[in-house]
């Protein structure tokens, strides 16, 4: 009697290329912002107009200048690549459940005509999303590890990610930063559901 054989695994450093790939993307937008005339900005979302739903989908892709890209970098692929352990499937499904998630907040709660553009929202989403798997039932194992890299990660972020909802300066949305953090809570909870199935 013979055994099918199990699928080769992946590599675990070719988990990491999707948010890899991810900002890889977003340097070269900005880059390509840069270059071309205009400003890309203007496909961001504007709240409360219509033709602006469409930034729901390139807002996350495209920054003010080369200091916004910045200050998301490094928590994006820091934040990303944890949420990306569990699979380029999963990285995919929990960042296009932030970036919707955000992008209607932003456009439904900013002041009408506000434009909102950045990866802010989902590096609040990636947060959000590895701090809210430790309380998602799942298996005893795989959340003891998720409790201590919460716990790092809060060590880590937790400060800014709180100024960044209740201490923000003039000329940033709070509000794609409070909707990507319950876009990430909400893909926790998703995930495990679907894991969870037989």
Known sequence: MTTPA???RR???GRFASPVLLLAVLWAVQ???AVLPGSFSVFGIRSWDVQ??????LAPLLHAGWGHLLANSVPLLV???LVAVEGARRFWAVTGIVAVVSGVGAWFVNAPGTLTVGASGLVFGYFAYVVARVFVPGRVSHRV???LVAVVVVALYGGSMLAGVIGVRTGISWQAHLFGAVGGALAAVAG???SARP
């Open 52 to 57: 602006g739903l469409g930034g729901i989908v």
């Open 145 to 147: 590890l998720y409790a």
């Open 6 to 8: 199990a699928p080769p």
């Open 31 to 33: 880059l390509a912002d």
């Open 192 to 194: 495990r559901r679907r």
């Open 79 to 81: 934040l990303g690549c």
């Open 11 to 13: 590599p675990a450093l």
